[in-house]
């Protein structure tokens, strides 16, 4: 008997089995399964670099995976993602007859909601590590969110030119769970680009800056926001969702709490 199991974007992945061969296109979900269930993977991208030393074949990068590399080696499912891979690359695997699970949470429950989906899909238990982000994440782990004061925040993801999170996004809601609301989040698009001049608009009283997917460092980035308060923030714990999510709580607002003029 065969089990339905839809992803984040309502696609059904119906299995004879589990699958035993399993690529993964998005970093985060490459973590995920590694910590679960290891022995599935056989290929990941160039950018999947936890946990350190995984050893699975290379396809490419996130948005221009090399397709050819990830047939030959003939997966029973891809891990892709709305936001970090190609609809035509999701379309172009499928049209070949390989199925793909798609994710794409904008909010913290539904990032662990999913996760527990694509897990179960691969075959896997829930494992402990994804009840361990539940409860930090649950309500009763509120004294964690007041380590962060309520602030107004713009939050940049690139420079050259400059892009910040919009509107419902993973991102947003995690700092939104942490105390600090985003100056962008009215704005028309998920990952609007914005001037310099924009960001001092917003009203914004902190300027928060992660080291992916741009690098931003102590001496790329907050030298153009002379004047407002700056987080550099772990960018794996503010956008990934896997097992990061278990420290992502008492890292962040430690980062945040961090803050200071540069």
């Known amino acids: 008997m065969t089990t339905d199991y839809p992803d984040d974007l309502g696609t059904t992945y119906r299995p004879d089995r589990p699958p035993g061969r399993v690529v993964s296109l998005v970093p985060s979900l490459t973590e995920a399964l590694a910590a679960t269930e290891p022995g599935l993977l056989v290929g990941a991208t160039d950018y999947c670099t936890h946990p350190p030393g995984l050893e699975v074949s290379r396809v490419g990068g996130s948005k221009w995976p090399d397709l050819d590399r990830v047939r030959a080696l003939r997966p029973d499912l891809v891990l892709a993602n709305a936001e970090e891979n190609r609809l035509t690359d999701v379309e172009a695997l499928r049209s070949t007859g390989v199925p793909v699970w798609v994710t794409g949470p904008t909010t913290v429950p539904g990032g662990l909601d999913s996760l527990e989906r694509m897990l179960a899909g691969c075959g896997c238990d829930v494992p402990e590590w994804l009840d361990r982000a539940r409860r930090a994440w649950s309500p009763t782990a509120a004294p964690v969110r007041r380590d962060a004061a309520a602030r107004l925040a713009a939050v940049p993801i690139w420079r050259r030119p400059w892009m910040v999170v919009g509107a419902g996004t993973f991102a947003g809601d ?68 896997g097992p990061s999510l278990v420290d992502a709580p008492d890292l962040l607002a430690g980062q945040l709490a961090a803050a200071r003029r540069y």
């Open 174 to 241: 995690m700092l939104h769970r942490l105390g600090v609301s985003n100056a962008f989040r009215a704005a028309p698009s998920r990952y609007p680009k914005v001037t310099l001049a924009q960001i001092r608009q917003s009203g914004a009283d902190l300027v928060v800056l992660p080291d992916e997917p741009y690098a931003f460092s102590p001496t790329d980035g907050p030298e153009c926001f002379g004047g407002l308060d700056v987080a550099l923030v772990s960018g794996r714990h503010l956008t990934w969702y």
